[in-house]
């Protein structure tokens, strides 16, 4: 609030050059009786106090908080809130980049929102660009000896480029189409060639969502309808899986590549030179979202093949339609039951049967082995008797 100070202040005499001025010959105008009407911002103001019962520093304080607010909201640095975003480490190589490049840049690292990415917010670009500028404008290095001198112009034209980009709606969604980061995961997400055998088809509930989770977490950020289903967990209903191989076999995604179309060459004014660059670009276009589309399906179908959601839900059914046909004709169960013990002793029968034939096979044996025995020992005699002759 503001003081006020009474100093003492005695006027000096006129001085004695001084004229009083001649009257105005001009008429006062005649008094107007005018009505006031209760409306303007002094009103409301006038009114806010009264109701709310405020002094005039609370109405300051109040309207302080609000600029604040609003500021905020607006990306602006009100000096207290940064918005955590701008700080993160510069390698020599993003430093070094060509701003001619432009295109082959990432434009979320160079303005120090690689944690965020397509989640980065409106204000918090701003102020990662703020405090980029204010990092690396140039005439910061304007002082600074040859030998020291760095590539501060040119990583400020990435700066400045990459705040032009992901301001505008339709250049940030065309960039995060493409995203060098994301592109990269993709690169490395999992194939049918990663499950060829039997036992890598047999995955364990915990590694598929470890490795198809954060997969599909990924597709979805194109997704026009939302909110995307995740990929769930092992207890997860029929229906729950069965409504999110829906939505992923009806996915309707937003991604386009217009990003990575050629430029038309600078200088030329050749309208066939125009015409050639726009129409290679669309058939690129349509190329590139042809094979992304066979890309996602056959994501969903591997992620379809290897689900162990589908063995748990079809086992469960099988054993439900069993359990409901032994409830359902109780009948029918018994008599499996009956032919189930007539199989078991006619089992037993036969390898009883068996084991008789081998015993008598085995007796016959030993029958023969001593009648030839016997034999023999005749025959032995028979010689003795004539050798004593």
């Known amino acids: 609030m503001a003081t ?62 609000e600029r604040q607010r ?60 703020r405090k980029k500028i204010i990092k690396h404008h140039p005439d910061k290095k304007a002082g600074v000896s040859v030998s020291h001198a760095t590539n501060d112009d040119g990583f400020f ?5 990459a705040h032009e980009i992901l301001t505008n709606p339709e250049r940030r969604r065309q960039f995060d189409s493409v995203d060098p980061h994301y592109a990269a995961l993709e690169e490395d997400a999992p194939t049918p060639s990663d499950y060829k055998s039997a036992k890598d088809k047999d995955i364990e509930p915990k590694k598929f969502f470890a490795t198809f989770g954060p997969v599909f977490e990924r597709e979805g950020r194109f997704s026009k309808k939302t909110p995307v289903p995740p990929l769930g967990a092992f207890e997860d209903t029929k229906e729950q899986v069965e409504a999110f191989y829906d939505f992923w076999y009806n996915f309707d995604s937003w991604r386009g590549f217009e990003y990575l179309d050629k430029e038309v060459n600078e200088g030329s004014d050749s309208r066939d030179d125009k015409r050639y660059t726009e129409k290679k670009n669309k058939t690129e276009r349509a190329r590139r979202k042809k094979e992304d589309i066979a890309r996602l399906r056959g994501l969903v179908d591997l992620a379809l093949g290897l689900d162990p959601r589908i063995k748990r839900i079809k086992q469960e059914e099988k054993e439900a339609r069993e359990a409901k046909k032994k409830a359902k004709n109780p009948a029918a169960d018994n008599k499996a039951k009956l032919e189930e013990e007539k199989k078991i002793a006619e089992e037993a029968a036969k390898k009883q049967e068996e084991l008789d034939q081998i015993a008598r096979a085995e007796a016959k044996k030993a029958k023969t082995a001593a009648a030839n025995a016997a034999k023999k020992a005749r025959r032995q005699q028979r010689e003795d008797g004539t050798a004593e002759a």
């Open 157 to 161: 034209k990435c700066i400045q480029k």
């Open 70 to 129: 609003l500021a905020a909201a607006n990306g602006e640095d009100n000096g207290e809130d940064d918005l955590g975003v701008g700080d993160e480490s510069e390698s020599e190589e993003l430093l070094s980049q060509d701003a001619k490049e432009w295109k082959k840049q990432d434009h979320y690292a160079v303005l120090g929102l690689s944690h965020l990415r397509h989640k980065a917010s409106l204000p918090q670009i701003r102020v990662a660009h």
């Open 4 to 65: 006020v100070l009474q100093l003492p202040v005695v006027p000096g005499p006129l001085p004695t050059t001084w004229n009083a001025p001649e009257a105005s010959k001009k008429s006062i105008s005649p008094l107007v009786e005018r009505k006031l009407l209760p409306a303007g911002a002094a009103y409301l103001a006038h009114v806010r106090r009264q109701v709310h019962n405020l002094s005039y520093e609370e109405i300051d304080r109040q309207a302080d908080e």
